[in-house]
């Protein structure tokens, strides 16, 4: 799996994959490079030693992180990651986690958090997802933003699965206002 072999089809994008692969832990090429691991689909037998490769990756990179205020990354927990941002009038800005979600099943669910803090911005937020489908007869896993909410907080989950990237949300200003603001 890599980038190259991705389809950006509607604003979506579809990973080609083998049907086998339809519970397996599924690695992004970006989470793949930084862990030293191959990206694509992890094959049952190395799951666990992947998984540890993965959480040892996320140490390194929030250890560097100046935006972590909660650095637990499995989709099990609790505590979130957050990240500032700052919009000006009319501006679209793409931001992402310095480490990786961890999904642990196929039902994994990610959860968005956003609020803008200062200044008179609204935006329309969209978090970023995965599902595991088809695009006619292949097989595959798509990655699309999902509608958080429009305004100036909201909170809602997108399906992830049981894979393995880096969170990442589409944030659009529909005021001609200035906005601060955080996402988790």
């Excluded at 205020?69 to 679209?92: C, G, I, M, R």
């Excluded at 200044?119 to 329309?124: D, E, F, L, T, Y």
Aim: aromatic share 12%; glycine share 10%; net charge neutral.
């Amino acid at each position: 799996m890599d980038a190259a072999s991705a389809e950006h089809i509607d604003g979506k994008t579809f990973y080609p994959l083998p049907t086998s692969a339809e519970d397996a832990l599924v690695v992004m090429p970006d989470v793949a490079a930084e862990a030293g691991i191959e990206p694509g689909v992890v094959k049952p037998q190395d799951e666990a030693r992947v998984r540890v490769a993965l959480d040892e990756s996320n140490r390194r990179l929030e250890a560097r992180s100046p935006n972590s205020v909660s650095k637990n990354t499995h989709a099990s927990a609790l505590a979130s990651y957050t990240v500032d941002f700052n919009v000006w009038p009319v501006q679209e800005v793409r931001s992402s986690w310095t480490s990786a979600y961890i999904g642990t099943t196929a039902a994994t669910r990610k959860m968005y958090n956003f609020s803008v803090n200062q200044g008179g911005a609204r935006v329309s937020f969209q978090g970023l997802g995965y599902y595991k489908g088809y695009n006619g007869s292949d097989f595959g896993l798509w990655s699309k933003y999902y509608l958080i909410n429009s305004g100036t907080s909201g909170t809602n989950s997108v399906p992830w699965g049981n894979v393995s990237g880096k969170p990442s949300a589409l944030i659009k200003n529909t005021t001609p206002y200035y906005g601060i603001g955080r996402w988790s």
